[in-house]
């Protein structure tokens, strides 16, 4: 019986977020796209007075890109973080290294059926035509299920115009699930067709106590993009 709750809670939510998606849909003016795929920070609970840490690499033929966040446990369940994003360190790019900084806050709620989770990151993009203010909001509900070790996710996002190459609303998806020896995979999709809209498939491998190394590859799924296919690789310390 709980099963079927738990399973019911999940089809609701989806249903009301992708309503919501589906009412603020626009069409994507192709000029203002990024040329290329944006990390965002996980969506995760930092415990109190304990540090995050997430470095990931974005690798193509075309450019590399390094992606930091740093995450601090506040107490009342309250992160705290700092992200160096779109850090270009090679390319044929004209927009060598110029990273975006953003100040990272997320809130979570504990419930019987799960996790909800409020956050938003906000801060400067730095592009060729000068700075940008951009944010990206979101309310998240995160279910583990013991008796598979699996974690899913569903939500709602919010990107401005800075930061997707227009104001698009959308829905994410993440799935968490054990492979073998440690293994793990997961999968993230964020909906749409703006600059952010992606998904991400990669491989976790526990490296020593609270250290995972991650390799996988980002694809972007909006039309126009001229590096859609990136390889990845993470290190993450939570």
Known sequence: MQRFSNCLAILLCSGLILISAASNAATP???????????????DLTAVENLAIDQEFNLSGL???????????LANDWNLGLSLLN??????????FQPDAL????????????????????GAGFFAQG?????????????????WDADFDVGSYYGNAALAG???????????????AGLRLNSDYLSGNNGLSSA?????????????????V???????????YQGMLGIYFH
């Not at 979101?138 to 279910?143: M, S």
């Not at 994410?172 to 073998?180: A, C, M, Y």
């Not at 991400?200 to 996988?216: C, E, M, S, V």
């Not at 980002?218 to 859609?228: F, L």
């Open 131 to 147: 700075t940008s203010f951009i944010n990206y909001s979101y309310v998240e509900f995160q279910q583990h299920f013991e008796q």
């Open 29 to 43: 003016n192709k000029k203002q796209l990024k040329l290329h795929i944006r990390n965002l920070p996980e969506i």
């Open 103 to 122: 100040l990272n806050i997320e809130k979570h709620w504990q419930f019987e059926l799960g996790r909800l989770v409020v956050g938003s990151h906000a």
């Open 200 to 216: 991400t498939f990669k491989l976790l491998y526990p490296l020593a106590k609270d250290w995972q190394l991650g390799l996988g």
């Open 166 to 180: 227009f104001e698009s609303a959308g829905l994410h998806l993440n799935l968490e699930l054990p492979l073998v």
């Open 87 to 96: 850090a270009q360190f090679y390319g044929a790019q004209t927009w060598l």
């Open 218 to 228: 980002q694809i972007a799924t909006a039309q126009g993009v001229i590096d859609p």
């Open 63 to 73: 450019s590399g890109l390094s992606n930091s966040t740093l995450d601090y446990g």
